[in-house]
Structure formats: structure tokens, C-alpha cells
């Protein structure tokens, strides 16, 4: 595959991701008053790139998992997290952000209170999800309970929460590198990694192939957060569609601690070790390749 | 057991529960850094009836459940879900309260930003904590997803959220008694009964049994929120710890719409019902049926 077969690829996974989550939400929806559920749909649906999913469903059929369908019902719940964080990282006591993807967040649409409701809504939206979507993948019943058990450890005080948590403490602070790589492998690493061990997971794979997409994942997650930080500093707000900017924020950046050169070679080291991960087990995973480099050479 | 016998037992459980507590704070602590980790240990072990894990524990034995320590791991999660609800119904852009318990609510300590992070770290916590207790009782690895299943029910749209919304909305208008059992059997009620299908499920009871426990945990529930607003309406602030009360808050009580009198009539009828469904199966539940009518005759 090449870089126009991955657009292709990306477009295609897009939908099918978006077919889940609209389900999903749907769900979510029935059991709640209009107000809410407009909000978790506006935070849900909104756009992004769904790389989490779309690594989660790419490792589960690279792995040999054949329920394609029930995959993306099992990716949904990654995306589910991730625009928790999102809702939270926006709101006024955060980052009180007016734009996400060039639209307005959800609370400047719905307000506070709603907003937080509507988050705090998903996390248990999405266990619940991993685990009924799960055991009908080869992992089977048993197996769900430990694909679930990374989305909860990822998505709690280990992983994202206590990474949101350093980066508000680093504000207006400068980072020494190493705590710099610590916010960002709980922070978006996380969740990244739990990406591709859920599939895994799902798939019912060995351990030692789980550990090594693991690996990739801890080293893709911060190739992807550098280049966010380089992509920062050489675009302008408007095509990133994000306001306010991380520099506006104050906060460290790799481009503010390395340099724009440096920051560059870093997030290709990165990527070198996530391919060398790859290539230590015996699956075949030529989309997972592609998608490592596509993550540093991405243009949003 | 008689009434004093009662206060003993609850004193006790109330240990136990404090115990695992503190123990899965103290993991939850082990990652997360000291601020965060102080907010979340405020928000739970700040005293408390510690009602629902009571009610989970009990449920467990009475059911015939043998391994008592993993029950209170169990219980636990349950508070946990709990103290992440009072934590977001304390905040500013809900009810702005300064006192819970007679002591100064978590961002009134810890301020707003620390405390949403702490409160929604503590909805994946409680889900890897029941999941990994309810796997060594008697349900096994494949009930413990039953019993989580429950839980993330209960905490999520269908339930507390959905019930802390009603609530919201019905600030400063009159719900009518459909709309403000509605609210409560959301709000509180979902999880009080998921406390006892919970403490069922892990047991390895029969569906039979188990939803009678539901429809006894329906009966309490709505029982304590009305025996909460009597109490509201008949003792001073000051005993109850709370500021500032429903009343001020101008919400819809059951006293407000029923009268003093009718509101503890409706709250003994329930009762009735709640002891109806514990005869009705064929286990022996003595303790059960004396907290039941504890929950409409406790003073505070």
C-alpha cells in the first residue's frame, strides 16, 4: 500500500468507525433527555481523524481477527474516551477552549454543566461498549474482561487522567524532557497503546506478539505528539482548526525544548522503534508499517 | 437482631468498608501525583453511611456468598461511584455547595479543575475494582462481567447521570410525582439497587432471587430519597452537614409536594413493598429486612 492507497484505507476505516460510534451514541441517546444526548452527540461526532479506532480495528484484522464488524464496535469505545478527555480538556477550568477541529466545543454550544454531565456519561458508555462488543470477537467472554480492564486502566488515573493532570501543572512551567516524554506517554500515549492492545487482545494472539504492539504503540504515541507540536508551530490555528494553540497556553512543547530540527528527528527515532517492534513477531502487519510513518508525515 | 444490634452491625461493615477503601485508594494514590491523589482521597474516605456497600455486602452473604473479604472489595467500587457523583453534584456549575458531611467539599479544598479530574479518575478505578474483586467470588471471571456490567449501568446515562440531569432541570419548577419518582429512581436509585444485584450476582444466585433483590433496592431507594427530604424539612442543617439544602436549592421534595405527613406515609409503603419482595424468594434475609426499615427511621 501506498500513500494514496492509505488516504484510501483511512477514509474507508473513517466510516465504518463512525457507522459504530453513531450507534453507539444512538444508544446512549434512548436512555436520556434531549439536552445531554445532544451534547455527547456533538462531542462524539464532531469530525477527527479516529486514530485510535482505526488503529484498534487495523491491529485486531492484522492479527488475524475475522469479525470485522463487531471490531469496530470494540473500536468505538476508544473514540468514546478520547472525546471525554476532549470535553474536559476544553472547559473552562481547563484550557477553556472556544474551537476543537475548527467547530465550537461543546460546552461553548451547551454550557458547563451539560458538558460535564455529557462526558462523565461516556467513560462508563464506553466500558460498557468494549465489553459487549468484545465477546463476540475470538478473545471470547473471558478475554473481553481483559480488553476492558486496558481501556479502564488507560483511561484512568495511571493513564490519561494523571497525564491531563501533569499538563496542567506544566503550564507557564518549562518541562525537563523526561517529564515532558512523562506527559505525553500517560497523556495521549495511553490511550494510543491501548489502541493496538485491544485489538490484540481481541484477536487472541500471544503475548509476546501483544507486548510488541504495545511497544509500537508507546513509541507511535509519541511520534504522533511531537509532530502535533511541530504541526503547531509551522501551521497557522486556522487550518488546525484548534484555538487556543498549546503555545498560546504556555505550555512545553517538544518544538520549544529541542528545536523544530530536533523535534523532527526525534518523532523519525520514534517511528524506527516502532517498526523494529514490528518486526520482532511473526504476524504480517504491513497497514500498522504504513500508518507509523503516515503519523510523522501527516499535515494535521 | 433488634435495633441496637443493628447500629453495632453497621459500625462494623462500616470498618470493612473503610479498610477496602482505602486500600484501592491507596492504589489508585500509587499512581497519580500527591495533589490529585490528596483530592480523591478527600472525596472518599470524608465519612459518610457508606450505605450502598453495606447494602452490597449484605446482599452477598444473605445470598449465601462464603468469601466476605472480596465482598468488601466489591463494596467498595460502589462508594467509589458514589463519592464521584457527590464530588460533581458539589461543583460550582451545579449546586455550588461548601459543605458535604459537615466538612468543606472537595473543590472547596482542592479547587474545580483538580476535582473534575479526580472525580472522573474515579469511574474507571471503580469499574477495574469490581471487576477485579467479583472475579474471586463466587461468580467467577465470567459473572464478575455481569456484576461490572451493573455498575456501569447504574453510574451511567440510564442512571445517575441521567437522574442528576432530571435534577438540574427541575431547579426552581414543580415536578409533578411522576416526574420526581422518575428523577429519583434515576438519580439515587440506580445505584442503591445495583448495590444489591451486584452483592446477588457475585453470590451466584438464581435470576429469581436476584430480581427480587432489584425490586427490594427500587422500594429502598425511592424510601431513603423521601426519608432525605423529611429529614431536610424537619432538622436543623447543622445535624445534617449539608449546605446548602434542597430547600434553598429551590428543587422539588417529596415534602413540598406531598405534605410531611403523606411524604412518610409513601416512604413506609415502600418499605412494605421492599419486605414484600424479599418474601417472596426462598432465601433468608434478616438483616436485609431490618435496614429497610432502618433507611425511613435513621435521624440523620
Known amino acids: 500500500m501506498d500513500y494514496i492507497g492509505l488516504k484510501e ?8 468507525v463512525d ?12 436512555e436520556l433527555e434531549p439536552d445531554i444526548a445532544s451534547a455527547i452527540r456533538h462531542g462524539v461526532m464532531s469530525g477527527g481523524k479516529r486514530l485510535r479506532p482505526i488503529l484498534c480495528s487495523t491491529a485486531y484484522r492484522e492479527c488475524g481477527g475475522q469479525a470485522e464488524n463487531n471490531a469496530y464496535d470494540l473500536a468505538a469505545s476508544l473514540e468514546m474516551i ?7 480538556d476544553d472547559l473552562p477550568c481547563m484550557d477553556d477552549a472556544e474551537l476543537r477541529r475548527g ?6 454550544v451547551f454550557g458547563e454543566d451539560v458538558t460535564m454531565r455529557a462526558a462523565a456519561a461516556l467513560i462508563p458508555a464506553a466500558a460498557r461498549q468494549a465489553l459487549s462488543s468484545a465477546r463476540n470477537l ?8 481483559e480488553v476492558v480492564q486496558e481501556l479502564l486502566e488507560a483511561a484512568g488515573a495511571g493513564g490519561m487522567v494523571g497525564g491531563q493532570w501533569l499538563d496542567l501543572l506544566g503550564e507557564g512551567q518549562t518541562l525537563n524532557p523526561k517529564e515532558l516524554d512523562e506527559l505525553h506517554r500517560k497523556k495521549t500515549g495511553a490511550l494510543l497503546t491501548a489502541s493496538l492492545v485491544m485489538g490484540a487482545l481481541s484477536a487472541a494472539v500471544d503475548k509476546e506478539t501483544v507486548s510488541a504492539l504495545a511497544s ?7 511520534a504522533f505528539q511531537i509532530t502535533d507540536d511541530v504541526l503547531d508551530a509551522t501551521q497557522s490555528a486556522d487550518l488546525l482548526g484548534k484555538n487556543p494553540s498549546d503555545v498560546d497556553l504556555d505550555k512545553s512543547t517538544y518544538v520549544g525544548l529541542h528545536g523544530l530540527d530536533q523535534a523532527k528527528e526525534h518523532a523519525r527515532e520514534r517511528i524506527v ?3 523494529s517492534a514490528l518486526e520482532s513477531i511473526p504476524i ?15 499535515e494535521r
Do not use: F, N, W
Not at 484505507?9 to 465504518?16: D, G, I, K, V
Open 82 to 88: 478520547h472525546a471525554y478527555s476532549l470535553m474536559h
Open 19 to 30: 457507522k459504530a460510534l453513531d450507534q453507539a451514541v444512538t444508544l446512549i441517546e434512548s
Open 9 to 16: 484505507y483511512l477514509r474507508a476505516e473513517r466510516l465504518c
Open 216 to 222: 509500537y504503540g508507546r513509541s507511535v504515541g509519541l
Open 103 to 108: 467547530q465550537p466545543t461543546t460546552h461553548s
Open 273 to 275: 522503534e516502532a517498526l
Open 138 to 145: 475470538e478473545c471470547g467472554a473471558l478475554g473481553a474482561t
Open 284 to 298: 504480517d502487519a504491513p497497514i500498522l508499517s504504513i500508518l507509523a510513518r503516515y503519523v510523522v508525515e501527516r
